[in-house]
Nanobody
Framework: EVQLVESGGASVQVGGSLRLSCAGSGFTFGDYAIGWFRQAPGKEREGIACLSRKDGSTYYEDSVKGRFTLSSDSAKNTVFLEMVNLKPEDSAVYTC??????????????WGEGTLVTVSS
């Protein structure tokens, strides 16, 4: 059974940093594209970062580019999302997802439950 478990969400102040983790089980990370999505209250879910299955390339949504960084630990089947210089508009539930495609489609195959990030001024 494929499972994804996020952790690391917290309340931080503007300009702060967090590292989110996405631990997977039941599959090998290298065989899946891993994406991070977020959904703020009253807004649609948006994809913000993707670790490609094809060649390990990373892709970021413009609003997080330069502030968020993906990394992975294949031995632990875990993907990390390092977030720095956080802004109030980054507040959302962050969810990781896995898909057998090379990249990260909007409707990924498997989803975690999410972890809450709150950024206050």
């Amino acid at each position: 059974e494929v499972q994804l478990v996020e952790s690391g969400g917290a309340s931080v102040q503007v300009g702060g940093s967090l590292r989110l983790s996405c631990a997977g089980s039941g599959f090998t990370f290298g065989d899946y594209a891993i994406g991070w999505f977020r959904q703020a209250p009253g807004k649609e879910r948006e994809g913000i970062a993707c670790l490609s299955r094809k060649d390990g390339s990373t892709y970021y949504e413009d609003s997080v580019k330069g502030r968020f960084t993906l990394s992975s630990d294949s031995a632990k089947n875990t993907v990390f999302l390092e977030m720095v210089n956080l802004k109030p508009e980054d507040s959302a539930v962050y969810t990781c997802a896995a898909d057998r495609s090379f990249y990260c489609p909007r409707n990924m195959d498997y989803w975690g439950e999410g972890t809450l990030v709150t950024v206050s001024s």
